[in-house]
């Protein structure tokens, strides 16, 4: 939630980088005509798996349950629900 719970985008052109922050929830699409050519690195040989319900639902510390209320616009018990699952 350090990113204040923005959506963060950019447009590439050939040539260019864009390097996701460790743990960032992240997605590409092409916006443009025809078909792209993405080359991706990691950083280890064993990037992991970060899952978005366990990322979102079983954090520790947990996020904030005013915040996830809001994003997904529910009340407490739900989200406490949800929580005691992770």
């Known amino acids: ?12 052109q050939k040539g260019d980088v864009f390097v996701f922050p460790i743990g960032l929830i992240h997605y590409q699409r092409n ?3 025809g078909n792209v050519i993405a080359i ?7 990037p992991g798996v970060i899952t ?9 510390p947990h996020i904030p349950s ?14 406490s629900n949800i929580q005691s699952k992770f």
Do not use: C
């Open 1 to 12: 939630m350090h990113h204040g719970n923005r959506l963060i985008t950019k447009v590439l």
């Open 31 to 33: 916006v443009g005509i």
């Open 40 to 46: 991706a690195a990691l950083s280890s040989q064993n």
């Open 52 to 60: 978005i319900a366990n990322a979102v639902f079983g954090s520790k």
């Open 66 to 79: 005013d915040i996830l209320m809001k994003a997904f616009q529910v009340d407490n018990n739900v989200i």
